[in-house]
Every structure is written in structure tokens, then in C-alpha cells.
């Protein structure tokens, strides 16, 4: 079943996506279910928004696949290298990626995220399905020197607009063997496939939830095949996923921005 969070030029509202419509729901389907309104509406029609908003935190896992660790010249981790973006970051889908006035490149990072649906702490990697409402598509945002220049990625990878996802929630989906494709204009950039991944979302989110409390809504991003990363002002990235569709981001220099 695919979940939409849309407008139809009011507050955001929920719906099941029906082919060319959407089946209104009457409330957040992680809280309240999948009663509906009786109302259809027609996808064309409305503009559909980031299908969560995180409670309280972004996840994301670097370094997952072994070609994109031997492409940034790291070790393989002996552990899931983890790290936060700020909710603040998240935005949907035909929403600009703002690009801040820092120096070099900004990249896109295709992947897999998943949602959690309930509280999660000290996950076992068997029971990994109980805690997850769904998945998304998501593009792992990065300044790619500031990462280097400041030594820890929360600036370089939190910047407003670094975290889009959508443009819809799956809540039945295999993630074993996903192909991620990732575009800029149109021209192929990244494409890898989730069994490739070091650690599998089993494993991630008993990882993560050993250290940190999930909430229902939080998001993890489960790291990006290897590939060529830049875009710049002007430039659409899009990014495939099998199951989930495309999300579509273009991009535009912020307003302080001098090129």
C-alpha cells in the first residue's frame, strides 16, 4: 500500500494512492489507521508534501556500500557509521534543494529510507519488521568539502533542504534487493542495488536502536551506491528506486549565494 501526505491547498492531509487517485484518510494512518473520508481526490490535483515529517531525527548510515567507501578512500567500517540531520532538513518531493554559499561541491546520495512506526529501543534484527511502517525514497545531501574542512558531517549534511524524501510511504516492500538509480538532468549518476549493502536494514536498525530511542515517524537512511555526486543551480536530481517510484528535486542557489 503507498501512503501519500499531500494539500489540495489546505492543511496537509493523508491518502491511499489508487492509480491516478488518492483514497482520503482521516487521519496520520501511523496513529489513527487507514479509516478513510470517503473523499477521493485526483493526484493531479494536489501537491503532495514529504510523507513524514521525523518526530525528532533523521538517521543515516554512511559508508554502507563497498564500492562508494573504496570511491571516498575509506576502510570498510567494522561497525554502521551513523549520523544526524536535523528534522529541519527534510523536504518533499518537486521541492527546491537549497544551495548555501559555501565552497565546493554539494552532491546528492540516492537511498533507501526506511519508517519507523512505533517505538523502537533495543531492536533484535529478527523483529526489525514489528518497528517499521514503511519505505521511502531519500537524497542524503552533503557539502561534500565543508565535510572535509570540518572534520564531522552534522554542518556539511544538515543544511535546510539536504534531506528530501517521497514521494511516497510503501508499507509492503521487500528491501533485499532494490535497484537505486540516481539522475542529474536526466544523465545517470549513481546506480547500485540494496543487496550490495554492508549492513542490511535488519541489522541497521538493531544497531541504531541500541543507541538511540527511534519515535514513530523518525527516518533512517540506509546509505548510497557508488557514483558520480555534483549538481549545481538550475540542475534536477532525480532518484528511482524499484517499488517506490521517483523523486524529483531541482535545485537553486539560496539568495546569498554568489557563483
Request: charged residues 25%; contains cysteine.
Amino acid at each position: 500500500m503507498k501512503i501519500a501526505r499531500f494539500s489540495a491547498g489546505g492543511d496537509p492531509q493523508f491518502g491511499i494512492v489508487d492509480d491516478d487517485e488518492l483514497v482520503v484518510l482521516a487521519g496520520d494512518p501511523m496513529f489513527h489507521g487507514y479509516d478513510t473520508t470517503g473523499e477521493r481526490v485526483k493526484l493531479a490535483d494536489v501537491r503532495l508534501l514529504a510523507p513524514v515529517i521525523p518526530r525528532s531525527k533523521v538517521v543515516c548510515i554512511g559508508m554502507n556500500y563497498a564500492a562508494h567507501v573504496a570511491t571516498m578512500q575509506y576502510e570498510v567500517p567494522d561497525n554502521p557509521l551513523i549520523f544526524l540531520k536535523p528534522n529541519t532538513a527534510v523536504i518533499g518531493p518537486d521541492e527546491p534543494i537549497i544551495i548555501p554559499p559555501v565552497d565546493g561541491r554539494i552532491t546528492h546520495e540516492g537511498e533507501l529510507v526506511v519508517v519507523i512506526g512505533k517505538i523502537a529501543k533495543r531492536v533484535k534484527a529478527a523483529d526489525w519488521r514489528d518497528y517499521v511502517f514503511g519505505f521511502t525514497i531519500g537524497n542524503d545531501v552533503s557539502a561534500r568539502d565543508v565535510m572535509f574542512a570540518d572534520g564531522q558531517w552534522a554542518r556539511a549534511k544538515g543544511f535546510d533542504s539536504f534531506a528530501p524524501i517521497g514521494p511516497f510511504i510503501e508499507t509492503e516492500l521487500d528491501p533485499s534487493a532494490l535497484e537505486i538509480e540516481t539522475f542529474v538532468d536526466g544523465e545517470p549518476r549513481r546506480k547500485g542495488n540494496t543487496r550490495d549493502m554492508i549492513t542490511k536494514v535488519p541489522e541497521i536498525i538493531e544497531f541504531v536502536s541500541d543507541a538511540w530511542t527511534l519515535l514513530p515517524g523518525d527516518i533512517i537512511m540506509t546509505g548510497t551506491p557508488d557514483g558520480l555526486g555534483g549538481f549545481v543551480d538550475g540542475q534536477t536530481v532525480e532518484i528511482r528506486i524499484e517499488g517506490l517510484g521517483v523523486l524529483r528535486n531541482p535545485a537553486k542557489n539560496r539568495d546569498d549565494r554568489v557563483d
